[in-house]
């Protein structure tokens, strides 16, 4: 999961409904079988292999699974033997991209006291000027420094700022830290004993330079501001160079060639460790829904495409890069019907979250559209939830993974979230147990994000809400766009996935007036 989410949970009240609610399309097609039914055929045991098996890759591979690196392309091997067992054709997907390389990254104290802190310039975060920024550090009033407000009545014209990681997007601090006349913009972390490795979000957001720092060192600088004056160099340059890596997919060969059922996960971690909840755990459930989908040999009526995204945490590459290759062919975006994202499905201090697409409890954040379809696609995920008994809550639909793309070009999406850096509330513990006052994942981003670092409960409710949903869209999305049935009988050709596999435009006209 790319740094710059920021999702929050709250409670909300759960209404039971009657079992079986979900099967009606393929209770109907599937001579009795149903997404319950399917549900429990991908077991939480082996998705625990699949995981098991990342593990063992970051293991012999300088202990992470990070884009452009061996355990990337050892993870994809895997992924790709696995499905190709299963029955699968799999296409590596390769994108290039500029890859941001950090020349100098400081912060150094010049009084009162003197010290160097370890820090990391953001993604999109311009350059410093020759020899860095000087300047007295400033924090504002709220550490969060998310808004105007935050900095009202505190002198920040020619400072350095200094704020804490949480509740808003990396970039929202830093431009309200420029707005207010800072000249560099300094964010400590929200958790012990990580590095903030972040992004602003986009280029051009800010003219001033953007870092990251740790707790403690954050906290440090914090006292010693507090005591008095305390003057620091900031001192951030990078270059770009021209990288290439590659998603991986796969499709089910059954199913109409028009209306296609969309699952992704991203398969990357970062550098500092494993990786195995984010991601491995989204990486791994679809994976073996997947699997099982294939054994099934269900005469389901849509395609469903499975994708495992590269680079998702070098800022959502894959996934857009993706995205805006359908963008250039004709129709090719039309036929998704829905795209699901799942992105860290076992966090150890976990919440059982769906993206909001209704904003029942969060309002989308400005810029962030919700394609029609998106509620209708979390009805599904829900719905499941309800049926079972199973407590939820709603996580901001904020576009801060790689449903972004997808979003961007009017394509229907929802997910799943167990939690990442947001703290556990009181009422959050009522529903799922755990822990309250510390993260959903105290090992986020970290070298503790490995196999013991998976709560299996969460995975486990996870993979079968997963499963579920997949098999319950496989078979009818007229909810989401209205399409159902199997195209009056006609079948596709050989399946590929995206670019290479669409319809004649005679065709698809004779399709489209059939269905």
């Known amino acids: 999961m790319a740094a710059r989410r920021t999702l929050v949970a709250l409670a909300s009240s759960i209404a039971i409904v009657t079992a079986g609610?979900?099967?009606?399309?393929?209770?109907?097609?599937?001579?009795?079988?149903?997404?319950?039914?399917?549900?429990?055929?991908?077991s939480t045991r082996a998705v625990q292999g699949h995981l098991a098996a990342f593990q063992r890759i970051a293991d012999k591979n300088d202990g992470n699974r990070a884009a452009l690196t061996s355990g990337y392309e050892e993870s994809a091997r895997y992924v790709e033997r696995t499905l190709r067992k299963a029955g699968y054709r799999?296409?590596?997907?390769?994108?290039?991209?500029?890859?941001?390389?950090?020349?100098?990254?400081?912060?150094?104290?010049?009084?009162?006291?003197?010290?160097?802190?370890?820090?990391?310039?953001?993604?999109?975060?311009p350059n410093s000027p020759v020899g860095g920024v000087t300047a007295d550090l400033v924090a504002p009033a709220n550490p969060l420094g998310c808004t105007a407000a935050a900095w009202s009545g505190v002198v920040a014209t020619g400072k350095i700022a200094l704020v804490s990681r949480g509740e808003c997007p990396f970039g929202d601090k830093a431009v309200a830290a420029a707005t207010a006349g800072a000249i560099?913009?300094?964010?400590?972390?929200?958790?012990?004993?990580?590095?903030?490795?972040?992004?602003?979000?986009?280029?051009?957001?800010?003219?001033?330079?953007?870092?990251?720092?740790?707790?403690?060192?954050?906290?440090?600088?914090?006292?010693?501001?507090?005591?008095?004056?305390v003057n620091v160099t900031l001192d951030l340059t990078s270059h770009t160079e021209v990288a290439e890596s590659f998603n991986v997919i796969a499709e089910t060969k059954q199913g109409r060639d028009d209306n296609v059922v969309m699952l992704g996960a991203h398969l990357d971690g970062v550098e500092e460790g494993p990786g195995i909840n984010?991601?491995?755990?989204?990486?791994?459930?679809?994976?073996?829904?997947?699997?099982?989908l294939a054994k099934s040999h269900s005469p389901h009526h849509n395609t469903v495409r499975f994708a495992w995204w590269g680079a998702e945490e070098l800022g959502l590459i894959g996934s857009t890069a993706y995205v805006e290759e359908l963008a250039t062919q004709e129709g090719e975006l039309d036929r998704i019907a829905t795209y699901l994202n799942y992105d860290m499905v076992g966090s150890p201090n976990y919440i059982i979250g769906v993206y909001d697409a209704d904003q029942s409890t969060y309002p989308a954040p400005t810029g962030v559209p919700i394609p029609e379809g998106s509620e209708a696609t979390e009805d599904v995920l829900t719905t499941w939830f309800d049926t079972i008994g199973q407590p939820w809550v709603d996580t901001e639909f904020s576009g801060r993974s790689d449903y972004q793309a997808f979003i961007l070009n009017g394509i229907p999406a929802s997910g799943l979230f167990t939690g990442a850096d947001d703290v556990k509330t009181e009422e959050e513990v009522a529903l799922f147990g755990g822990t309250a006052g510390i993260t959903h994942d105290p090992n986020y981003h970290s070298v503790g994000d490995d196999?013991?670092?998976v709560n299996t409960t969460a995975l486990g409710i996870m993979t079968k809400a997963i499963a579920a949903s997949t098999y319950s869209l496989a078979w009818d999305t007229s909810a989401i766009n209205g399409v159902s049935g199997p195209g009056k009988g006609w079948q596709h050709p050989a399946h590929g996935h995206g670019p290479g596999k669409h319809l004649a435009p005679e065709d698809r006209v004779l399709l489209e007036r059939a269905s």
């Open 21 to 42: 609610a979900l099967a009606s399309p393929a209770a109907a097609h599937d001579r009795g079988r149903s997404p319950e039914k399917f549900a429990q055929k991908v």
């Open 90 to 125: 799999t296409e590596r997907d390769p994108f290039t991209f500029d890859r941001e390389i950090i020349d100098t990254a400081t912060l150094t104290e010049n009084s009162p006291g003197s010290a160097a802190y370890e820090v990391d310039q953001m993604e999109f975060s």
């Open 184 to 229: 560099g913009v300094v964010i400590y972390n929200n958790v012990p004993d990580v590095q903030l490795f972040g992004t602003l979000g986009a280029e051009g957001l800010v003219n001033v330079p953007v870092a990251g720092v740790r707790q403690a060192d954050g906290q440090a600088l914090l006292a010693a501001l507090t005591a008095g004056t």
């Open 278 to 292: 984010d991601n491995g755990t989204g990486s791994a459930a679809i994976l073996e829904v997947a699997v099982q």
């Open 451 to 453: 196999l013991s670092n």
